[in-house]
């Protein structure tokens, strides 16, 4: 957690010689599906409760630093659905390739043209910069405040850029004074209000 590295683990046996106490510790975040036995629930989240879900999505999720978990549903796809989905997807891929709208090479000829679409994009926005500050960088000011955080995550789904031009536009708001430094895993301090902001870009116009 503290280098950024984000884990997801999934396991169908949650027993004791399984998920150790060492591995629990660095997971700050559960979620337990239906499961056998008040054990395995322990074993999970250290409480009951997973043993009594209804299955099919039902879910406990436990927040970082919460004692208690929330019962939430989960879009549920049954191993029948994922095989019609599959069917479709590959129905379509045989029509298009007949019809030649896309070369017969398939899907990871597609996956590799989309990543290096993505990387021209993040070197395209590298002149998207004006000045001191990136152009998106009060929009980006504006959305840490009045989300009362701020990340390059938050930036890259609201702003829709890359992380590398997202992580530039977090370092401009911290020497700016908008936000506060790094806390590991944790989104930065807002110290700015709208007012403020509106008053440092007055002046730095």
Not at 104 to 130: C, H, Q
Not at 133 to 154: M, P, R
Request: overall charge negative; aromatic content about 6%.
């Amino acid at each position: 957690r503290a280098i950024g590295i984000h884990l997801i683990v999934a396991t169908q046996r949650p027993s004791v010689n399984v998920i150790t106490g060492l591995i629990k510790a660095n997971f700050p975040t559960r979620i337990a599906f239906r499961v056998a036995s008040k054990t395995d629930s322990r074993t999970i989240l250290d409480q009951n409760g997973a043993d009594a879900l209804l299955g099919n999505g039902d879910m406990l999720f436990l927040p970082p630093g919460e004692s208690d978990p929330v019962r939430i549903q989960g879009a549920y796809l049954s191993t029948e659905d994922t095989e019609r989905l599959m069917g479709w997807y590959t129905e379509l891929i045989e029509r298009r390739q007949g019809e030649g709208e896309i070369p017969e090479t398939g899907v990871e000829t597609d996956i590799l043209v989309e990543m290096r679409g993505k990387e021209l994009d993040d070197a395209e926005d590298e002149d998207e910069i004006v000045g001191d500050w990136d152009e998106f960088f009060q929009a980006a000011a504006e959305v840490c405040i009045q989300n009362g955080t701020g990340s390059t995550s938050l930036l890259q789904r609201r702003l829709s850029v890359g992380y590398g031009r997202a992580a530039r536009i977090v370092d401009q708001l911290f020497d700016a004074g908008v936000i506060g430094a790094s806390d590991g895993s944790k989104g930065r301090e807002v110290l700015m209000s709208l007012d403020e902001l509106e008053d440092f870009m007055r002046g730095g116009a």
